[in-house]
């Protein structure tokens, strides 16, 4: 294989790679490509009350899962005095609250935090177990009314779901009749989502009640509500049971699926649950963040975030320097900039981060000129070349000194700023200067001069960009898509755009 072709098989795998993992971050781990992204936050409080009456006390509430459009990213549990564990059978989860002994009004909190995934899987199967609700004893007379409902309204259907919106009409129809066989039992009264289920389940379906909340940013005391879940022979369908309409209505977060009750007490009595909602936009990388722990999220876990925060704060600069470094590629390939140094500009960019663009120029070009000066004035004295740079390495720190105490009695704070100018650079930069001064003369020194200064300058903007700096931190698989855009710049060989002007005139001719 050519060293062409290495090349430009090693900046497609760079290119592919660094692409990939950021999409992977952007889309898996929900990780903002933008800076300033504001993510949904949701949180809710459950609040379980009750009156105990001296006796040993058991609360059983079922759990969220983290499967549904929403995700959870952080929950919380408060159970002053009580025993607390969380139970797992298969898919269903439940937190469980215990007391040898309590006595009067009881209240237990279960806090949450969720925001809405990005992609929205499909709803799994529930668990078996929670297909076969309990059947509800009627008499004689609710029995045939039960069955003259399903036959009506197998009779207006063609299916599964035109079935179901019929025997909800029909059902309402019954209901709001006061007919003295009445399906719900006023001595026993259960509420409709079970009056239906009971009637879908005689009918043959697969169905169970889904519980959840409404999210509505700064409400209190919500109650659960209650929604069917059926299976029409290819998919679940969730319909509400009050208005036969399916599909999942919107801003609604599923809390249980199947399964027992929502809450279960045992050694209590008045048992209630009631929701609290907030919403807050918080940055989406912080919410990305919290699922740092997550076993899926092993690219965070692995990654500058875990290192401490001092360490951050350099390699967040650090981080930047590709970047420097593919404008100077730019302007030196494709443009045809001359400058002093390779990537000297690239220091210097950094240096202006520091101090300001106008204050770090400024302050650049004062002390090139001054240290031009000095150089050219320790030629003459025949030094070698070492002694040289040493001495103008001196000067430099001295000038830097003089400003730094001047501009503070001053109150100018910004030139405080310019020790972050790499001396060791500078003075080696003056020097080139200076060598390049007495061998091709002025021009050239004003032409290097001038293309280190705008190559810096160009180089200071891309690295102050806010989503180039973004980008750079949390998505440093990036730098692979840069190295290999480099490697392939490395190839070119046309013409640059300089020589276009500089050959323009044999053209014309």
Same mark, same amino acid.
């Given at each position: 294989?050519s #060293?062409?072709?290495?090349?430009?098989?090693?900046?497609l795998?760079?290119i592919?790679s660094?692409?990939?993992?950021?999409?992977?971050?952007?889309?898996?781990?929900?990780?903002?490509?933008?800076?300033g992204?504001l993510?949904?936050?949701?949180?809710i409080?459950?609040?379980?009350?009750?009156f105990?009456?001296?006796?040993?006390? /058991?609360?059983?509430l079922?759990?969220?899962?983290?499967?549904?459009?929403?995700q959870?990213i952080?929950?919380?549990? /408060?159970? #002053?005095?009580? !025993?607390f564990?969380i139970r797992?059978?298969?898919?269903q989860?439940?937190a469980?609250?215990?007391?040898?002994?309590?006595?009067?009004?009881?209240?237990?909190?279960?806090?949450?935090?969720?925001?809405? =995934?990005?992609?929205k899987?499909?709803?799994?199967?529930?668990?078996?177990? #929670?297909?076969?609700?309990d059947?509800?004893i009627?008499?004689p007379? =609710?029995?045939?009314?039960?069955?003259? &409902?399903?036959?009506r309204?197998?009779?207006l @259907?063609?299916?599964?779901?035109?079935?179901?919106i019929?025997?909800?009409?029909?059902?309402h129809?019954?209901?709001?009749?006061?007919?003295s066989h @009445?399906?719900?039992?006023?001595?026993?009264k259960?509420s409709?989502?079970?009056?239906a289920? =009971?009637?879908? /389940?005689r009918?043959?379906?697969n169905?169970h009640i889904?519980?959840?909340?409404?999210?509505?940013?700064?409400?209190?005391?919500q109650a659960?509500?209650e929604?069917?879940?059926?299976?029409d !022979?290819?998919?679940?369908?969730i319909v509400?049971?009050?208005t036969a309409?399916?599909?999942?209505?919107?801003?609604f977060?599923?809390w249980?699926r199947?399964?027992?009750?929502l809450?279960?007490?045992?050694? !209590?009595?008045?048992?209630?649950?009631?929701?609290?909602?907030?919403?807050?936009?918080l940055?989406?990388k912080?919410?990305?963040?919290m699922h740092a722990?997550d076993p899926? #999220?092993?690219l965070?876990?692995?990654?500058?975030?875990?290192?401490?925060?001092?360490?951050?704060?350099v390699?967040?600069l650090?981080?930047?320097?590709?970047i420097?470094?593919? %404008?100077?590629v730019?302007f030196?390939v494709?443009? !045809?900039?001359?400058?002093?140094?390779t *990537?000297m500009?690239? &220091?210097?960019?950094m240096? *202006?981060?520091q101090t300001?663009?106008?204050?770090? %120029?400024?302050?650049? /070009?004062?002390?090139?000129?001054?240290?031009l000066?000095i150089r050219s004035?320790? @030629?003459?004295?025949d030094?070698?070349?070492?002694?040289?740079?040493?001495?103008v390495?001196?000067?430099?720190?001295?000038?830097m000194?003089? *400003?730094?105490?001047?501009?503070?009695?001053?109150?100018?704070?910004q030139?405080?700023?310019?020790?972050?100018?790499?001396?060791?650079?500078l003075?080696?930069?003056?020097?080139?200067?200076?060598i390049?001064?007495?061998?091709?003369?002025?021009?050239?020194?004003?032409?290097?001069?001038?293309?280190?200064?705008?190559?810096?300058?160009?180089?200071?903007l891309?690295?102050?960009?806010?989503?180039?700096?973004?980008?750079?931190y949390?998505?440093?698989?990036?730098?692979?898509?840069?190295?290999?855009?480099?490697?392939?710049?490395?190839?070119?060989?046309?013409?640059?755009?300089?020589?276009?002007?500089?050959?323009?005139?044999?053209?014309?001719?």
């Open positions: 294989m #060293s062409r072709a290495q090349v430009y098989l090693l900046a795998v760079f592919a660094g692409l990939g993992l950021t999409l992977y971050k952007n889309l898996s781990l929900s990780l903002p490509l933008s800076p992204s993510t949904r936050v949701w949180e409080e459950a609040k379980v009350t009750f105990a009456a001296q006796q040993a006390i /058991t609360v059983d079922a759990l969220p899962q983290p499967r549904h459009s929403y959870i952080d929950e919380t549990f /408060t159970s #002053s005095g009580y !025993g564990d797992s059978d298969g898919e989860r439940r469980i609250w215990t007391r040898r002994q309590a006595a009067g009004q009881q209240a237990l909190y279960y806090k949450l935090k969720i925001t809405q =995934q990005k992609v899987p499909a709803l799994s199967e529930p668990p078996k177990a #929670s297909l076969i609700p059947k509800v009627w008499s007379a =609710q029995e045939s009314a039960a069955a003259t &409902l399903i036959s309204a197998r009779a @259907s063609a299916d599964p779901i035109s079935f179901t019929q025997l909800l009409k029909l059902l129809q019954h209901e709001t009749t006061k007919s @009445s399906l719900n039992d006023p001595r026993h259960i409709p989502a079970d009056l289920l =009971q009637l879908l /389940t009918a043959g379906l169905s889904v519980r959840g909340i409404s999210l509505v940013d700064r409400i209190r005391n659960a509500r929604l069917l879940e059926l299976y !022979g290819h998919g679940w369908q509400d049971p009050l309409r399916f599909g999942l209505p919107e801003d977060f599923i249980q199947g399964g027992d009750s809450l279960q007490l045992e050694g !209590g009595r008045r048992s209630k649950i009631r929701f609290s909602l907030i919403a807050n936009d940055p989406a912080n919410v990305a963040l722990q899926s #999220s092993a965070i876990d692995f990654n500058i975030y875990s290192l401490p925060l001092e360490k951050q704060a390699f967040k650090l981080l930047l320097v590709p420097g470094a593919l %404008v100077v730019l030196r494709l443009i !045809g900039i001359r400058t002093s140094g *990537f500009p690239v &220091l210097i960019a240096a *202006f981060m300001t663009l106008l204050t770090g %120029v400024g302050l650049l /070009t004062a002390l090139v000129i001054v240290g000066w004035y320790l @030629s003459q004295l030094l070698l070349m070492v002694s040289r740079i040493a001495a390495l001196i000067v430099v720190v001295l000038l000194a003089v *400003f730094s105490v001047v501009s503070h009695k001053l109150g100018l704070e030139i405080l700023n310019m020790t972050f100018f790499p001396m060791v650079i003075a080696w930069t003056i020097e080139r200067l200076s390049t001064w007495e061998e091709d003369g002025a021009r050239e020194v004003a032409i290097q001069g001038l293309g280190s200064l705008t190559v810096a300058i160009t180089a200071y891309a690295m102050t960009n806010a989503l180039a700096g973004h980008l750079s949390n998505f440093p698989e990036l730098l692979l898509a840069v190295l290999g855009i480099i490697l392939l710049l490395g190839q070119y060989s046309g013409y640059r755009l300089s020589e276009l002007f500089r050959f323009q005139s044999a053209l014309e001719k």
